[in-house]
């Protein structure tokens, strides 16, 4: 009796591959990213909850919905998104620096302005690389803040951190890093109608 070998399946996972578009003229047009849809819905998905999570801390802290941000703190009653957490880092290098800054309006604005460009930018698909970018600032500026390396604080309290690299701000930089450069906008997103766009098409360190 013979026996017949089912060849196997092979499941490969294929990142997103850049195809430049030529327009009837013989110029390049449009460069985008091709996929398979399933990888494209799970970076999306990606996308649009990491988007959720600046815009999220943009409107809290901006209307004060008593989740991390009290009623009584909302920036637009005057009250002040940075001067909580920068006044009270309490190890690291730049701890009499962040001292400094917090409640500045400078500080604020540069802040807020942050989580609703960041935010907007991942929910939309759109300016995903300078979505990395401000991410990863963003990103790093908590980490120093926080300092993940430090045993101790500076009253010589134990700082409990879990990590001393390694930590969600790292994290939400990477994500940031990944999304732009598998087009991840092109999904659910406006990311394809953003590269065409004439301004965007010739400077395309904003798609």
């Known amino acids: 009796m013979a026996v017949h070998q089912q060849p196997r399946r092979r499941f490969d996972f294929h990142l997103p591959q850049r ?3 030529r327009s009837t003229d013989g110029t390049k047009a449009t460069t985008e990213a091709t996929t398979t849809p399933a990888v494209g819905y799970v970076l999306a998905g990606i996308r649009l909850i990491t988007g959720f999570v600046f815009l999220w801390a943009f409107l809290d802290k901006t209307f004060g919905l008593s989740y991390s941000t009290p009623g009584n703190g909302a920036w637009i009653d005057g009250g002040s998104p940075t001067e909580g957490f920068l006044g009270g880092v309490a ?5 009499d620096t962040f001292h400094s800054w917090a409640g500045d309006a400078w500080a604020d604005w ?3 302005l942050g989580l609703l460009g960041i935010g907007l930018a991942l929910v939309l698909g759109v ?7 401000a991410t990863t600032v963003m990103m790093a500026l908590m980490w120093v803040a926080e300092w993940p390396p430090a045993k101790h604080l500076s009253d010589g309290s134990p700082s409990m951190s879990t990590n001393p ?3 969600y701000h790292v994290v939400y930089a990477v ?3 990944a999304l732009a450069v598998t087009y ?3 999904t659910w997103g406006l990311g394809r109608a953003w590269a ?3 301004f965007v098409r010739d400077h395309r360190s904003l798609q």
């Open 110 to 112: 540069m802040f807020m």
């Open 91 to 95: 190890v690291g290098p730049m701890e």
């Open 196 to 198: 065409k766009l004439p």
């Open 127 to 133: 300016a995903l690389r300078f979505a990395a970018v």
């Open 184 to 186: 991840a906008g092109n």
């Open 175 to 177: 994500v940031a890093i």
């Open 19 to 21: 195809r430049t578009a």
């Open 165 to 167: 690299l390694i930590d």
